[in-house]
């Protein structure tokens, strides 16, 4: 587990760029944190790097997009979603195992048991005293991601 403290959008915007960097195929990373915290940013400056060229939205109405950077990239929202059985709906299930993808999940704490035995958690939490200020905690769930979160926190230096 590592964390970094961003003071701006900027700062989150470069932190994302360097995880894009580093990203691979099969990866699936889960965002938490408020509205407004920063997770869509995240994934859009991320989607940068995986070399999606369009606009990134929030899938925040229609539950997922996806793009075709150098990968594949899904990024779900779950906000608005009501009922687990949805998922099956809108192949978070396939989208989630696809190895030629890689998968973003907005509050995927919304629905814990419906998600994937291993994956990269990355919290946002808004800092007392500075509306402008992130903490953002890098987590790997279950063994698959322990190396890569190692690594990323070597090369997210800034
Ligand atoms: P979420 O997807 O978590 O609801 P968004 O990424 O849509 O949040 O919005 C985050 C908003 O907060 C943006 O308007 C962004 O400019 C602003 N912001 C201010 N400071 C930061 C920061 N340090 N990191 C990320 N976003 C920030
Ligand atoms: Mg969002």
Redesign the pocket.
């Known amino acids: 587990m590592f964390t970094r403290i ?4 900027e ?2 915007a470069q932190l994302a760029q360097m995880v894009g960097k580093k990203l691979h195929e099969g990866t699936v990373v889960c965002l938490d ?10 994934v859009q400056n991320v989607a940068k790097m995986l070399g999606v060229e369009g606009e990134v939205t ?1 899938p925040t109405f229609n539950l997922m997009n996806v793009y075709e950077g150098i990968c594949r990239v899904y990024h779900f929202d779950l906000y608005r979603l009501e009922q687990p059985e949805e998922l099956e709906d809108i192949g978070f299930y396939e989208y989630t195992e696809d190895p030629d993808g890689v998968v973003f999940i ?1 509050w995927a704490e919304k629905f814990p048991g419906e998600l994937p035995e291993d994956y990269i958690s990355i919290r ?1 939490d808004r800092q007392e005293g500075d ?4 903490c953002l905690t890098f987590r790997a769930v279950g063994a698959a991601y322990q190396e890569d979160v190692k690594e990323l926190d070597e090369f997210c230096r800034f």
């Open positions: 961003t003071r701006s959008a700062e989150t944190g408020d509205l407004g915290a920063g997770k869509t940013l995240f929030s907005e946002i509306s402008a200020a992130r």
